[in-house]
C-alpha cells in the first residue's frame, strides 16, 4: 500500500493512519517514487527526492523533495520521525490526491 499525501488537508498518511500534517509543499496529483534518504547542506538532514512516475500526467515535473524545513517551494516539509519512517519503508510509492 502506498503512502498518501492529500493537498486540500495537508495530511500525510498510509493505510488509512494519518502521520503528520505537512507545514508546506504543494504537489501536483498524482503518483511519486520516493528515493532514498540523503543529507546535505541546503535540504538538511533525511531529504528524500519524489520523482514523478513515468507515464503519469505529471511526468513533466520537476522533483519535488520531503524535507524537514525549508523555505523552498519545492518541498513537502513533515517531521524528521516521518521521514525516518518513510526511509526505512519498503513502500516506496507516494500517492498525492485531492479530497
Do not use: Q
Not at 88 to 96: A, G, P
Amino acid at each position: 500500500m502506498s503512502w498518501i499525501f492529500d493537498v486540500s488537508t495537508d495530511e500525510f498518511s498510509k493505510s488509512g493512519k494519518i502521520y503528520c500534517h505537512s507545514t508546506k509543499g504543494a504537489l501536483p496529483i498524482g503518483f511519486y517514487t520516493i528515493g532514498y534518504a540523503k543529507s546535505n547542506e541546503h535540504l538538511g538532514e533525511l531529504f528524500m527526492t519524489l520523482y514523478p512516475k513515468s507515464g503519469d500526467n505529471s511526468a513533466d515535473v520537476k522533483p519535488f523533495y520531503l524535507t524537514g524545513d525549508t523555505d523552498e517551494a519545492d518541498c513537502l516539509v513533515i517531521p524528521r520521525i516521518v521521514r525516518l519512517r518513510l526511509a526505512t519503508s519498503e513502500d516506496r510509492i507516494l500517492e498525492v490526491v485531492e479530497d
